[in-house]
T-cell receptor, first 113, second 111 residues
């Protein structure tokens, strides 16, 4: 089944403890992106990648890192999480940058205490 | 950059009635306008989209209209059913793949 898989689905962590949220797609998509969803703010882009080894900042990149060493994986790294990074995170992918809609993962609900 | 505004933020309708959600965008270079449905505990799913060279598109009970001059587009759901209850997001994308989302509309269809 064609899909975007995120792990974990839920995570509670403490301030300052490094964490990684994984994202993997099995559709050979070139484009991948991370969003955070907060009430009243919709989906805001954190980072995106147009292809392997190519990553760029979105609208809210502070406090996050990403890597794209292989086409299928696009992990989101929080080196020193803070409570304002408590949010619902979504990974998305599309075939190319010119493709139409995105395929989204099921989301990761992160709580930083 | 692009700014997408979506209204209303919440919408409650009776089963069988129609629902309309409206979005405006600011970047005249935007040329692709998708709509996503997000059910509880799931990621957003594309339900319909429209390109800037088309004014209207319909797929069964859902339709999208686009007014490029006024820079607004709308989602129309007819004969609503309880399973239509979800959060709906509009989005606008330009050729640089810069996709911006609206803040979302929580639709509740009452049986």
């Amino acid at each position: 089944e064609a899909q975007v898989t995120q792990n974990p689905r839920y995570l509670i962590t403490v301030t300052g403890k490094k964490l990684t949220v994984t994202c993997s797609q099995n559709m050979n998509h070139e484009y991948m992106s991370w969003y955070r969803q907060d009430p009243g703010l919709g989906l805001r882009q954190i980072y995106y990648s147009m292809n392997v080894e190519v990553t760029d900042k979105g609208d809210v990149p502070e406090g996050y890192k990403v890597s794209r060493k292989e086409k299928r994986n696009f992990p989101l790294i929080l080196e020193s999480p803070s409570p304002n990074q408590t949010s619902l995170y979504f990974c998305a992918s599309s075939l190319t940058t010119a493709s139409r809609g995105y395929t989204f993962g099921s989301g990761t609900r992160l709580t930083v205490v | 950059g692009e700014n997408v505004e979506q209204h209303p933020s919440t919408l409650s309708v009776q089963e069988g009635d129609s629902a309309v959600i409206k979005c405006t965008y600011s970047d005249s270079a935007s040329n692709y306008f998708p709509w996503y449905k997000q059910e509880l505990g799931k990621g957003p799913q594309l339900i319909i989209d429209i390109r800037s060279n088309v004014g209207e598109k319909k797929d069964q009970r859902i339709a999208v209209t686009l007014n490029k001059t006024a820079k607004h587009f709308s989602l129309h759901i007819t004969e609503t059913q309880p399973e239509d209850s979800a959060v709906y997001f509009c989005a606008a994308k330009n050729n640089n793949n810069d996709m911006r989302f609206g803040a979302g509309t929580r639709l509740t269809v009452k049986p």
